[in-house]
């Protein structure tokens, strides 16, 4: 049933979006800004000058974008193993495939997904890292005054290549990475349960937890870059491509600068794979 993989990788995917934007706004700014000392400075600067709803700034474009990126992330996933093990994905409990066919799979899932995914992750980021506080009467506007407006002064002043930049790190950071994803989940749940049966409720979100978590990890050096990459641009050209902003955040801030935001990247990846997962799963079986 592939097109209905689809739609339920785009439901859990907004679900598990709505669940970790807050989360994913304090990685942002932690990535891309130095003038934080740590998750709750920036949690307490968010909150003190921009109220709550600065937590959820560029949320309503990806809950109809990236949550549909992540429908072709499951979906591509699903289907590549159905080719490659000639088993459904309902079926995979009963008739496991190999950890190789799972990995390619999700590898080839994350390449597809970071095409589809590269304009639209690049606005949330420019959307999140505007720091404006609350607006008072005769205080300045924001650069952006929503996603279209952000796509169209990007697209105004960086042209078709800024709408696409940072879009090859993503490339990058995604296809090993949810390879790794997908293998961790798997692995979990096989261990969790006895041979032959579905996982149970509590098992898959532990699995989907684990998952984001080993994700994460071997995501965030790239991710950094990537974000960086992203914002470059925006008022001055610092970095000439990935390598050099690569090796000049190593000289100007150490190796310490690759694991920006891995403590926030694993508190959110936790609880929104776990909901991920436990929302597909369930979604697949009600329609089995």
């Given at each position: 049933m592939?097109?209905e993989e689809?739609?339920a990788?785009w439901?859990?995917?907004?679900l598990?979006?709505?669940?970790?934007?807050?989360?994913?706004?304090?990685?942002?700014?932690?990535?891309?800004q130095n003038?934080?000392?740590?998750?709750?400075d920036c949690?307490?600067?968010?909150?003190?000058?921009?109220?709550v709803?600065?937590?959820?700034?560029?949320?309503?474009?990806?809950?109809?974008?990236?949550?549909?990126?992540?429908?072709?992330l499951?979906?591509?996933?699903?289907?590549?193993?159905l080719?490659?093990?000639?088993?459904?994905?309902?079926?995979?409990?009963?008739?496991?495939a190999?950890y190789t066919?799972?990995f390619?799979?999700?590898?080839?899932?994350?390449f597809?997904q970071?095409?589809?995914?590269?304009?639209?992750d690049?606005i949330k980021v420019?959307l999140?890292?505007?720091?404006?506080p609350?607006l008072?009467?005769?205080?300045?506007?924001?650069?952006y005054?929503?996603?279209?407006?952000?796509?169209?002064?990007?697209?105004?002043?960086e042209?078709?290549?800024?709408?696409?930049r940072g879009?090859g790190?993503?490339?990058l950071?995604d296809?090993?990475?949810?390879?790794?994803?997908?293998v961790t989940?798997?692995?979990?749940?096989?261990y969790?349960?006895?041979?032959?049966?579905e996982?149970?409720?509590t098992?898959?979100?532990v699995?989907?937890?684990?998952?984001?978590i080993?994700?994460w990890?071997?995501?965030?050096?790239?991710?950094?870059i990537?974000c960086?990459?992203q914002?470059?641009?925006?008022k001055?050209?610092?970095?000439?491509g990935?390598v050099?902003?690569?090796?000049?955040?190593l000289?100007?801030?150490g190796?310490?600068?690759?694991f920006?935001?891995?403590?926030?990247n694993?508190?959110?990846?936790?609880?929104?794979?776990?909901?991920?997962?436990?929302?597909?799963?369930?979604?697949?079986?009600?329609?089995?």
């Amino acid at each position: 049933m592939p097109a209905e993989e689809f739609v339920a990788g785009w439901v859990s995917g907004a679900l598990g979006l709505v669940l970790g934007h807050p989360f994913d706004t304090i990685k942002v700014r932690l990535q891309s800004q130095n003038k934080y000392r740590g998750i709750l400075d920036c949690a307490s600067q968010i909150y003190r000058h921009e109220s709550v709803l600065g937590f959820f700034k560029g949320m309503s474009f990806p809950i109809a974008s990236i949550a549909l990126v992540n429908s072709v992330l499951f979906g591509v996933y699903s289907n590549v193993l159905l080719v490659l093990t000639a088993t459904p994905y309902q079926e995979r409990w009963t008739h496991p495939a190999m950890y190789t066919d799972i990995f390619l799979a999700g590898c080839m899932g994350g390449f597809v997904q970071s095409y589809c995914l590269g304009p639209f992750d690049l606005i949330k980021v420019r959307l999140q890292n505007q720091t404006e506080p609350r607006l008072k009467p005769g205080s300045p506007q924001p650069r952006y005054r929503g996603p279209l407006h952000c796509m169209a002064s990007i697209l105004q002043k960086e042209g078709v290549q800024g709408l696409l930049r940072g879009s090859g790190t993503l490339m990058l950071r995604d296809t090993p990475t949810l390879g790794i994803y997908f293998v961790t989940y798997e692995w979990f749940c096989r261990y969790s349960t006895p041979k032959g049966q579905e996982p149970s409720s509590t098992t898959v979100l532990v699995a989907g937890g684990f998952a984001g978590i080993a994700s994460w990890v071997t995501a965030t050096p790239l991710d950094v870059i990537k974000c960086r990459m992203q914002m470059d641009g925006l008022k001055e050209r610092l970095y000439r491509g990935v390598v050099h902003c690569m090796a000049s955040s190593l000289r100007q801030e150490g190796p310490g600068v690759f694991f920006r935001g891995l403590t926030i990247n694993s508190a959110r990846a936790f609880p929104v794979n776990a909901v991920t997962f436990l929302s597909y799963e369930y979604l697949l079986r009600w329609w089995g």
